[in-house]
C-alpha cells in the first residue's frame, strides 16, 4: 500500500511545474481557504488535524508529505513524526537546520515554527499527525521523554509495516479503525525506545513554558477565565495576564477567542451541529456574541463561513 506514495500526485506534479518556473511562496501552497489567507499575509500559519481530515475524533492521520512544496513556516496542535522512506529531506525548526534521511525519523512537537523541503522526486517522506494527548501518554509508558522538547531525531529503523496497518485502517473507517491505528502507533514508540537510535534532540529551554500554558488553555477554552488559570497555576491574575502576554505575544482573551474560533470552524465543517448548537459548545453562552465574534474573526458570519467551506 505504501507503494503508491512513489507516484507523484497531481499536487506534486503542480509544485514542481511551480518550482521549475521559480515561483516557490507560500501563496501557491494549496490549503483550505482560512488557512490560505493567513499564508498570504504571513507565510506562518498554525495546522490542526482537521486541515487533513474530515474526521473529528481522529487522533492518528498519515498522509505524505508533497515533494517540491514550497517552504513556509507553520507549526501544529499536533505531534508531527516524519518518517522517511526514501531519499532525505532539508528541514529548519526553530532556525536549527537539519537532514533526514532514509531511515530517519523526525518527531515536532507541537507550537514550534518550521519547514521542510526537498527537490527529489524519489524522496518520500509519510508524515504522522498525532493527537497531542495520545502522545504524550505513550511517550510516558515507553519512556521516550519527548515531552517538552522541540524535536528529536531518530535513525535506523523500518515502519513500513505499522504505517501500512494505519493506512489500511483507513480504507476501513469502522469502529475499530481508530483502536487498531493507536496500536501501530504504539508499535512504532516501542521500536524507538528499544531500538532507535536517538541522533540529535532539542530541549525546549523557555519555550516548555509556552507549551505548558498553551496545553492548559487548548485543554479548557470552553470554560477557561484568567482567573480559574492563575487558580490552577497558583500565581496572581495580575502575573498570569504577564506571563501569557510575556510568553505568547498575545493577551489571554486573544488566545481564547482564538481557540474557541478554530474549534467552532472545525464544528461547522463537520455539519452535524448548528450554529447555536456550537456556540455553547465552545464555551459563549450567548449565540448572538458568538455570532459576531466568529464573524470578526473570520470576515463571515457562521453560516456563510459553513457555506464556503462545505466542499473542502
Known sequence: MLDVFYTLTEEELYYRKLWQEGRSRAEFIILPYEVQERARLEEKIVLSTSYY?????????????????????????????????SGSVEESIEGQNLRA??????????????????????????????????????????????????????????????????????????GESRFFKEVALEHILLKLSRQGQLIGKVEGGERKEVYKIMGYLEEHSRDVTLS???????????????????????????IVRKLRMEEAALLLRGGKLSSKEISYRVGYSSPEHFSRTFKAYFGLSPEAWKKANASI
Open 53 to 85: 481530515s474530515r474526521e473529528y475524533d481522529d487522533s492518528i492521520v498519515v498522509l505524505k508529505h508533497p515533494v517540491f512544496m514550497p517552504r513556509y513556516l507553520h507549526s501544529h496542535q499536533f505531534v508531527e513524526l516524519t518518517w522517511l522512506m
Open 101 to 174: 534521511r532514509q531511515g530517519s525519523l523526525v518527531v515536532i512537537m507541537p507550537g514550534f515554527y518550521h519547514s521542510i523541503w526537498t527537490d527529489d522526486e524519489n524522496t518520500v517522506a509519510v508524515n504522522m499527525l498525532v493527537d497531542r494527548d495520545l502522545f504524550q501518554s505513550l511517550d510516558s509508558r515507553f519512556g521516550l521523554d519527548l515531552r517538552g522538547c522541540i524535536y528529536a531525531l531518530f535513525d535506523g529503523l523500518d515502519f513500513s509495516q505499522e504505517l501500512e496497518e494505519m493506512l489500511d485502517e483507513d480504507g476501513h473507517r469502522d
Open 228 to 254: 480559574s488559570f492563575a487558580s490552577d497555576f497558583n500565581i496572581s491574575e495580575q502575573y498570569a495576564s504577564r506571563l501569557i502576554r510575556e510568553k505568547t505575544g498575545l493577551s489571554f482573551s486573544e
